[in-house]
């Protein structure tokens, strides 16, 4: 599939069918989320995949979003690893681990699967919940399943502003 045509089609699924995802798929996702370059190269992420239904249901003291989703894999990177620039010391970590999770994303859709990108998560009780180690950040939550008969991009998806709107050409305005 082109490109461009695979992130006009991708949206946030948000209805998700209990059709369990096949492990060839899911170790597909996984090497999308391998590949992603990554400060330095140095490959902070570190990914909790969440398939048991208690270990899912758990969730729901960290977030409202996990549409029943009969996969969830929470993305992170490690403090100790991660990239860290020497201008300043600014953490590379979250730039990382969020390329990551777009790679991941756009081989959900290219394999017919569903997703959406949860950030609306309390770091502090999901680190508890799952008993993450200090050096451990999370950045992103990725409900994935197959999408429900009833899942559609939300009214949204296709306002896009041009890209006049956010491009500059040799100097901001």
């Not at 010391?89 to 997703?115: C, K, P, Y």
């Not at 306002?159 to 956010?166: K, T």
Request: proline share 5%.
């Amino acid at each position: 599939m082109d490109f461009l045509e695979l992130v006009k089609q991708r949206y946030s699924c948000r209805s998700f069918s209990q059709k369990e995802v096949e492990k060839e798929k899911i170790d597909l996702i996984l090497e999308a989320g391998r590949l992603a370059p990554t400060g330095r190269n140095f490959q902070p992420q570190k990914i909790l995949i969440l398939t048991e239904k208690e270990e899912r249901e758990k969730l729901s003291a960290c977030t409202a979003y996990g549409w029943g989703a009969p996969i969830i894999m929470i993305v992170c990177y490690d403090k100790e690893v991660s990239w860290k620039r020497k201008q300043d010391g600014a953490e590379g970590g979250e730039v990382d681990a969020s390329i990551v999770t777009t790679h991941m994303m756009l081989e959900v859709q290219n394999l017919g699967l569903g997703t959406t990108w949860v950030g609306s998560f309390s770091p502090e009780k999901l680190k508890e919940v799952y008993n993450f180690p200090n050096n451990l950040e999370p950045v992103a939550i990725l409900p994935i399943g197959y999408p429900s008969e009833d899942a559609h991009p939300s009214d949204l998806h296709t306002q896009r502003n041009s890209i006049d709107e956010f491009v500059y050409w040799n100097k901001i305005k």
